[in-house]
């Protein structure tokens, strides 16, 4: 069978094979692989130093789109809003805030956890109830978790 292969076709077959490496890790030298490790580090420290939504102060919980309470994150609290299909309960801890418990089915408002961050937000869409956190300025004041 492999007599039936034209030469060209069969230097093709094996030049592709190539011992399981791809051709253009071939043309790299060692000072390219330090280089891509460097700005591979670089990446993974930058993300978590410049991808911060800044330090939250209070929270910020609305029904409907209204403004129904801002709750200082200084003092840990329980807060209850009544909403469309029942009682969303809100916990205040120092520094942080979360949906502890939500009539709504499938619980993602609930199961999203502790938000920290300044414009962080947890929506309860079936109960019409979102939970967003605010703080001082910070690089992206502007955006909220939805814009990341």
């Keep these: 069978m492999k007599d039936n292969i034209p030469d060209g076709l069969r230097e093709l077959l094996e030049q592709a094979a190539g011992a399981g490496q791809a051709p253009w890790r071939t043309l790299l030298r060692p000072g390219d692989w330090l280089l891509l490790l460097c700005c591979a580090a670089l990446v993974a420290t930058s993300f978590p130093l410049l991808w911060r939504g800044g330090v939250a102060d209070r929270a910020i919980v609305k029904r409907d789109g209204q403004l129904v309470t801002e709750l200082a994150l200084n003092v840990a609290r329980k807060y209850e809003v009544t909403g469309a299909i029942g009682t969303t309960v809100i916990e205040v801890q ?18 999203q956890g502790w938000l920290t961050r300044a414009n962080a937000v947890a929506i309860c869409a079936p109960n019409h109830v979102t939970l967003q956190l605010a703080g001082r300025g910070g690089a ?9």
């Design 140 to 148: 992206h004041a502007g955006y909220d978790t939805i814009n990341y």
């Design 94 to 111: 120092p520094g942080r805030a979360r949906v502890l418990s939500d009539p709504g089915p499938r619980q993602y408002c609930v199961q």
